[in-house]
């Protein structure tokens, strides 16, 4: 089995979403440290050296089905990245039931079902990392994203959840809120919203997919061990003191 640069075993990595964007990168770090990747995907095509597995997180036995599925080529997972969003802004007023419902049922229904799957074989280990990929608007707020930032506030409540549940277990919870990163995501933004934030952001820039990815890594990593339930804000500044 390949080490580390760490000289940490490989270990079983499956990572929601990584066809593009964050979670792509996310992937790929931990293929270049050597671990055992894999992705429950929609569409779209993969990083090299990264285990495809066709899954939606909207449907339990779909998620279940693909855990199964990874467990079978790489062991049971023993980290977690639950990365795969969705945006449907729009103002409070307007917002449909639908386009509210579907957010939190791919953003934070979903991270729930992931982990949840993902808890059965790290309780059985135990240990294992679970980090859940939320966003700065979960704490900032977000005109016309009521939707979003519930969703990806209730991910802290489920990771603190999570860690209070399993923290004995040798299994830790965590969530990175990045802030504006360059993806497909934030170039579908309207340019008077993009030139906004850009002004906002202490750093004078948008952030991008490595920047996420090192952080993932690290929680992942031993020297991690003892962080649980924490809020890792990758944003440039934008949403410091919340
Ligand atoms: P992208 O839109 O580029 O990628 C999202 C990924 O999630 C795609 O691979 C997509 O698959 C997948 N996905 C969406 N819905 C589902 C589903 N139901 N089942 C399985 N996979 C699904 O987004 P980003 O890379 O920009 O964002 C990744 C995460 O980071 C998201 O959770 C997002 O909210 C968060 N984030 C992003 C920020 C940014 O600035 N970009 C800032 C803060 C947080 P498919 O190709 O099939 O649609």
Do not use: C
Not at 53 to 65: E, I, K, L, Q
């Amino acid at each position: 089995m390949p080490a580390t640069s760490s000289d940490v075993p490989a270990r079983s990595v499956l990572v929601t979403g990584a066809s593009r964007g964050i979670g792509r990168a996310i992937a790929e770090r931990f293929v270049a440290a050597g671990d055992r990747v894999a992705t429950l995907h929609r569409s779209g095509e993969l990083p090299a050296g990264v285990l495809g597995v066709p899954g939606d997180v909207r449907d339990t036995a779909s998620v279940d089905a693909a855990f199964s599925a990874v467990e079978a080529e790489h062991g049971p997972v023993e980290v977690v990245v639950a990365n795969a969003g969705i945006t449907r802004d729009g103002l409070l007023m307007r917002m449909s039931d639908e386009d509210f419902a579907a957010v939190l049922d791919t953003n934070l229904t979903g991270a729930f079902r992931v982990a949840r799957r993902a808890s059965t074989g790290m309780i059985r280990a135990r240990r294992g990392r679970i980090v859940l990929i939320s966003s700065v608007v979960g704490m900032y707020g977000g005109a016309g994203q009521a939707n979003y930032a519930a969703s990806k506030a209730g991910l802290v409540g489920l990771a603190r959840s999570i860690t209070r549940e399993l923290g004995g277990r040798g299994i830790t919870a965590n969530v990175v809120a990045p802030g504006f990163i360059d993806t497909a995501m934030t170039q579908d933004l309207p340019e008077d919203v993009k030139a906004r934030y850009l002004a906002a952001i202490p750093a004078g820039r948008w952030g991008q997919v490595e920047e996420i990815a090192g952080v993932v890594e690290f929680l992942a990593s031993p020297a991690a061990a003892y962080i649980s339930g924490a809020v890792i804000p990758v944003d440039g500044g934008l949403g410091m003191g919340h």
